[in-house]
């Protein structure tokens, strides 16, 4: 992999068949290329929260499950335009994390695991905490929290 290039692990709105995933798919905004479908190899609480229904992953390395999510290559464009929308560094904290690729096919006896960059709320309220902590985010999922598309969610009095 070239220095232009990084893995980004999305869980939330930006993966397939969720409300933004256009973002990743625009070529205006940098290239991406979808490389497989993982899940973290720690157990992090992912939170639906706020007046918008946004999915948090909450920095609390332990606590929730193994989260689901999709694993993308992109160029340093597509990277530097999701620090933008993901409100890098002020709202969510872009780190590196160990995510497990999914081998559908069982053939691989050891998993294999990538190093990517995963998009972290670090300073969240404390009832944050409380909330139900799901494995995998989906806009329609039972929980009926649907995902409310706003021009500016960086804000934690939203939450």
Not at 104 to 116: A, H, I, Q
Request: glycine share 6%; proline share 6%; with cysteine.
């Amino acid at each position: 992999m070239s220095a232009d290039e990084h893995l980004m692990f999305v869980y939330g709105t930006l993966k397939r068949d969720q409300p933004n995933n256009h973002f990743i798919l625009k070529k205006d905004i940098g290239h991406a290329e979808f490389v497989a479908s993982g899940k973290t190899v720690k157990k992090y609480p992912l939170v639906i929260a706020g007046s918008y229904n946004i999915p948090y992953l909450l920095y609390v390395p332990g606590q929730g499950h193994q989260v689901q999510g999709d694993i993308y290559r992109v160029d340093l464009k597509k990277r530097n335009f999701m620090d933008e929308f993901e409100s890098h560094p002020t709202y969510y904290e872009r780190m590196e994390d160990e995510i497990i690729v999914d081998d559908d096919s069982g053939s691989n006896p050891e998993p294999k695991t990538l190093r990517c960059w995963v998009y972290f709320m670090k300073n969240y309220k404390p009832d944050m905490l409380k909330l139900e902590a799901f494995p995998c985010y989906d806009t329609n999922g039972s929980h009926g929290l649907q995902y409310v598309e706003s021009e500016n969610t960086s804000d934690l009095s939203d939450v």
